[in-house]
């Protein structure tokens, strides 16, 4: 059961805040003679390809994982710092399962709403769907700045979470910090800012997890499957206010994040340098795609970008183009459909020889469609 005067216990469901949380095995003892999880003692039937030696379980995964991923939090505070503590972090698999959890413990079915800025991530709108949760929506400016005014002007009592996605997607595009801040600092909301950060990692504005021990209303989604190039693994993050993050330890299934995510994950932490040099190549060969791009007649506009993507706009034919070119092999995303894209496409920045086939596709595409 969870007291307090935090921000947690101020707007959290009542029946999460009493909720007693599921006590694993591992949450008593995690070393010696282990008879009390009912695991298999003879070790795992299959092991992970690059398991080299079959009689070395490389991974003991014939063991329920850590519930809480202490190492893998320690390691994660230290490299984004600002005084974060492993208590501020929850680990999940992927950004999904922060949001879904944040809507779980914080929105009330059928009574209670949340802010989105739409053009944003889907997932928002799916989740409040499931949980039976409302929507208010706020769009972008043409531009893709958020309506700092209009916003909380458009939230409720019932208003518990604010979603922006900083860089956005589609939009590619940071919110300045400065922005964010008059959010968390306003009195006329009294919910939690959720600062998406999916893609922060190739932006200079910096990260909302300076904004936390200043505001305990504001709280961080952060992954592992785009700068650390490990979507495969499924490893997020959420970081904020202590009362929050353990509201949402006590609601996560028992064993979330399996033992090979977690290997996986802390190996990661440790090879910060080959983070570093992928980030600076996938820079360098955003800023040539830009440029290509710029230079072709039939793009009317190139968005600037603070992600691994980029956002353009042709004359027209934009859906017709995504599909023939996913026909051919290189595959983008159609966003002509959100608000402000029209004739809009969403590229990933590829290595350079993926990055020139798609601009010869691309090129070949038009010319095609011109002729006919």
């Not at 413990?105 to 989740?127: E, H, Q, R, S």
């Not at 400065?178 to 959010?183: A, D, F, L, N, P």
């Not at 939690?192 to 209303?217: H, R």
Request: charged letters at 25%.
């Amino acid at each position: 059961m969870t007291t307090g005067t935090g921000i947690a216990a101020s707007i959290a469901r009542k029946n999460i805040l009493e909720l007693h949380p599921y006590r694993c095995a591992r949450d008593d003892y995690s070393s010696g003679v282990l008879l009390d999880a009912n695991e298999n003692a003879y070790g795992p039937t299959s092991l992970p390809t690059k398991c080299l030696d079959p009689y070395d379980n490389c991974n003991t995964l014939e063991r329920y994982p850590d519930p809480y991923q202490i190492g893998l939090k320690e390691l994660y505070a230290k490299y984004r710092g600002h005084g974060m503590k492993p208590e501020n972090i929850f680990v999940g698999v992927g950004s999904d399962e922060a949001i879904d959890l944040l809507m779980r413990i914080f929105c009330y079915p059928a009574k209670d709403n949340i802010l989105i800025t739409p053009p944003t991530y889907g997932m928002y709108k799916v989740c409040a769907k499931v949980n039976d949760v409302s929507l208010l929506s706020v769009p972008l400016t043409p531009d893709f700045d958020i309506r700092v005014s209009e916003m909380l002007d458009a939230v409720t009592d019932e208003t518990k979470l604010l979603f922006i996605c900083s860089p956005g997607n589609p939009t590619c595009k940071a919110i300045p910090l400065s922005e964010i801040e008059k959010v968390a600092s306003s009195e006329k909301y009294k919910g939690l800012v959720v600062v998406d950060e999916a893609y922060v990692d190739f932006s200079k504005e910096g990260s909302a997890i300076e904004l936390v021990n200043k505001y305990p209303n504001v709280v961080v989604l952060q992954t592992l499957s785009k700068a650390f190039g490990l979507a495969g693994i499924r490893c997020g993050f959420c970081i904020g206010a202590p009362d929050v993050i353990q509201l949402m330890n006590n609601v996560k299934a028992p064993y979330n994040v399996n033992s090979l995510t977690s290997e996986v994950a802390i190996n990661a932490m440790k090879s910060i340098s080959t983070l570093e040099k992928n980030i600076a190549s996938l820079l360098a060969q955003r800023e040539v795609v830009a440029k290509e791009l710029e230079a072709l007649d039939f793009v009317v506009k190139v968005y600037p970008s603070d992600s691994n993507f980029l956002l353009f706009r042709v004359k027209d034919k934009a859906i017709e183009m995504y599909k023939t070119m996913a026909d051919k092999g290189v595959v983008t995303r159609y966003r002509g459909s959100e608000m402000h894209c029209d004739q809009c496409i969403r590229v990933t920045i590829g290595t350079e020889e993926e990055n020139k086939k798609f601009l010869q596709l691309l090129q070949d595409t038009w010319k095609d469609f011109q002729s006919k």
